[in-house]
């Protein structure tokens, strides 16, 4: 379904298109030079080796632009891409980007050069660095560092390619020589996965495999939706369901929402795949971050009106027994930098302030009294602790709690208290995180203690072999 005529090409074109210029920090917005943005999309090639697109932009308005004689502007950037495949070094290029304008009043347009790099690449684990120097002023040097787990497409079972989030898609007028142009279409990438004022509407562009062989009936449908931190899908934009015929192996799946009437802050964009009965079958999502200018009631609070929220707040009134507790329940969204600030802190006030301050650069609406981040978090916290509790510990803090809270609800439990020589278990599934991950509980103990033992989710334990656990054949 896409062009496969070279293993290796870097696009030697660069496109003016509107960008936001802004990179999303850990709870707020850095407005600081960052020049440089990448984002990736992978889709299926053959039986070994996937198609990779790595989609990057240079932010035009921190670039150093030097006048030739003739009158004309131009900018001179050496990309340097570096990418380990299993801790190896897998493949390393180096290439220019140039670019240039008539005048200054081009660059005060705020505008993005994108670009993209395209390979084949075998299933594996790869870590990537893109950097970016600006060679008019060297000094000026920007990188990006990620990470992809790239798993082979299966041949008997429904897939999807990862979702690539664009800013616009359309088949209007569309240059066949361009290098956002596929399958009829021009998709123009979103690498730093920004919206707002700018870009009201986030695109996105998936591809659907193994149809005819992976969905029973004649006919399957696609949703897809935008939710929050928690995976709670948010109430102001509405999700959309379609039904498809299933008529072909693959097909390319495209749309809209329009995100520009949420708050600014991250969430998610989720796309499903299900049967005709309503059974899913595949599901991808991908963050994407909204940012809207400060108006009149966004701009940041004074430390006087800061100290008066933080008052009227249920922290203004919290004794230190309750603010350790409560810093204890935040240990899952905390950094190691946070948690080492807040236990260097000696008053009860600073306490106060600190976690009045972190709750609030996850609220939604930080200009009212109802922190909605924080209440769904609580809430997540109270469910573990009253169904998760065990001799020795609170709920919040046994691997089941973490689970729940992290994740929230799986989309349904496998409870298994009673087989013949296998100690109790429970497989926790969920449908919409990182297109479906189980995870696997396992009372060792005998004493409702359930130790999380296996999970296909990155980043957590991983231990295929845990049904020999369960059966007391080996330990971790």
């Not at 594996?124 to 990006?144: C, F, K, Q, R």
């Not at 192996?249 to 796309?271: C, I, K, Q, W």
């Not at 946070?338 to 306490?351: F, I």
Request: proline share 4%; with cysteine.
């Amino acid at each position: 379904m896409r062009n496969r005529c070279f293993l290796w090409g870097l696009v030697s074109i660069a496109m003016l298109v509107p960008g936001p210029g802004f990179l999303w920090g850990q709870s707020n917005f850095n407005l600081g030079p960052d020049l440089l943005k990448a984002d990736y999309a992978v889709f299926r090639y053959d039986s070994s080796q996937v198609y990779w697109e790595i989609y990057y932009a240079l932010n035009q308005s921190q670039l150093s632009y030097l006048k030739n004689d003739a009158g004309v502007l131009s900018s001179d950037v050496l990309l340097q891409l570096r990418i380990y495949g299993n801790d190896t070094l897998w493949t390393t290029n180096a290439w220019k980007s140039q670019n240039s304008v008539q005048d200054s009043l081009q660059l005060a347009q705020r505008v993005d050069l994108l670009d993209k790099v395209n390979l084949l690449a075998p299933p594996g684990n790869y870590a990537i660095t893109l950097m970016a120097t600006d060679l008019n002023s060297p000094s000026l040097v920007d990188s990006v560092k990620f990470t992809a787990i790239i798993t082979p497409f299966l041949t008997d079972m429904v897939a999807l390619s990862d979702l690539e989030l664009s800013t616009s898609i359309t088949r209007k007028n569309v240059n066949r020589t361009s290098p956002f142009y596929k399958n009829t279409l021009m998709v123009i990438p979103n690498p730093a996965k920004v919206y707002g004022e700018k870009n009201e509407r986030v695109y996105f562009y998936v591809e659907s495999y193994n149809l005819l062989r992976g969905v029973p009936g004649e006919s399957y449908g696609v949703a897809y939706y935008i939710a929050d931190l928690l995976g709670k899908p948010v109430e102001l934009v509405s999700p959309v369901r379609q039904q498809r015929k299933k008529q072909h192996a693959s097909r390319v799946e495209f749309g809209s929402l329009n995100v520009g009437v949420l708050p600014s802050g991250t969430y998610f964009l989720h796309f499903n795949l299900s049967d005709s009965t309503g059974n899913l079958l595949a599901s991808k999502s991908k963050k994407f971050f909204v940012y809207k200018a400060e108006s009149e009631a966004d701009k940041p609070l004074t430390a006087k009106d800061i100290n008066a929220q933080l008052l009227k707040s249920e922290f203004g009134t919290m004794n230190e027994t309750e603010l350790e507790q409560e810093f204890k329940y935040t240990g899952y969204i905390l950094s190691t930098e946070q948690k080492a600030s807040y236990e260097e802190l000696t008053s009860v006030d600073a306490k106060r302030r600190f976690l009045f301050m972190m709750w609030r650069a996850y609220d939604p609406e930080p200009n009212t009294l109802l922190n909605e981040f924080r209440r769904d978090y609580m809430a997540r916290i109270q469910y573990a602790n009253e169904n998760f509790s065990t001799l020795r510990r609170e709920g919040w803090h046994t691997d089941r709690g973490r689970v729940y809270i992290i994740y929230g609800k799986p989309n349904y439990v496998e409870s298994h208290p009673n087989e013949e020589n296998t100690k109790p278990y429970e497989i926790w599934n969920f449908d919409q995180i990182q297109g479906g991950v189980l995870f696997i509980f396992g009372d060792l103990t005998g004493f409702r203690n359930y130790e999380l033992i296996h999970s296909t989710a990155r980043g957590e334990i991983q231990n295929p072999n845990y049904m020999q656990i369960l059966r007391g054949g080996f330990g971790f």
